[in-house]
T-cell receptor, first 112, second 116 residues
Framework: RKEVEQDPGPFNVPEGATVAFNCTYS??????FFWYRQDCRKEPKLLMS???SGNEDGRFTAQLNRASQYISLLIRDSKLSDSATYLC?????????????FGAGTRLAVHP | DVKVTQSSRYLVKRTGEKVFLECVQD?????MFWYRQDPGLGLRLIYF???????EKGDIPEGYSVSREKKERFSLILESASTNQTSMYLC???????????????FGPGTRLLVL
């Protein structure tokens, strides 16, 4: 079983749609959680951290459910520029160090 | 702005060649990382370093080695390239103690390596 699992998609949505991505993680001792965005043939960049109480940044809302080991990202009013791959990332203590564990990503394609 | 640069965007090598991938960051970050990214597998950690001349194995170190002689530079070495090392290689850096809960990583643009 992968440590971080995501639906690979692709999610094809029209502009203005609301879309939600889900992610599950296997290590219950994981400490912190992030969503990164990766454009085609580019490097990953931090989109937002995910806090226990849930947090919002403009059109993006991230939620964490520690009991279910589940993270979500909601994008409202999708724009063409939101087309990218969204990586769910979990920070876990392993082998004496903190490490980032990356999901394989969910691809989003927003069309006119 | 944090800047992480990698020596090549695209590289083609032959099986058995020794390959050097270089990464430089300009923000005085303590921590540096090498990942490879393959379709369906996500990013996997090869090696990381928390200080000059210090290195730690990640999840898939076999067939790789690293060097960190200066704080700003972290090199990944493929001692004898093989076709299963064809991949996208990403370098990253982060500031300060990686024990900080919300510490983030900044990535370079990546090197696409093809081993024939």
């Amino acid at each position: 079983r992968k440590e971080v699992e995501q639906d690979p998609g692709p999610f094809n949505v029209p502009e203005g749609a609301t879309v939600a991505f889900n992610c599950t993680y296997s290590n219950s001792a994981s400490q912190s959680f992030f969503w990164y965005r990766q454009d085609c043939r580019k490097e990953p960049k931090l989109l937002m951290s995910v806090y226990s109480s849930g947090n919002e940044d403009g059109r993006f809302t991230a939620q964490l459910n520690r009991a279910s080991q589940y993270i979500s990202l909601l994008i409202r009013d999708s724009k063409l520029s939101d087309s990218a791959t969204y990586l769910c990332v979990v920070k876990t203590f392993s082998g004496g160090y903190n490490k980032l564990i990356f999901g394989a990503g969910t691809r989003l394609a927003v069309h006119p | 702005d944090v800047k992480v640069t990698q020596s090549s965007r695209y590289l083609v090598k032959r099986t058995g060649e020794k390959v050097f991938l270089e990464c430089v960051q300009d923000m005085d970050h303590e921590n540096m990382f090498w990942y490879r990214q393959d379709p369906g597998l996500g990013l996997r950690l090869i090696y990381f370093s928390y200080d000059v001349k210090m290195k730690e194995k990640g999840d898939i170190p076999e067939g790789y080695s690293v060097s960190r002689e200066k704080k700003e530079r972290f090199s990944l070495i493929l001692e004898s390239a093989s076709t299963n090392q064809t991949s996208m290689y990403l370098c990253a850096s982060s500031l300060g103690s990686f024990q900080a809960i919300q510490e983030t990583q900044y990535f370079g643009p990546g090197t696409r390596l093809l081993v024939l």
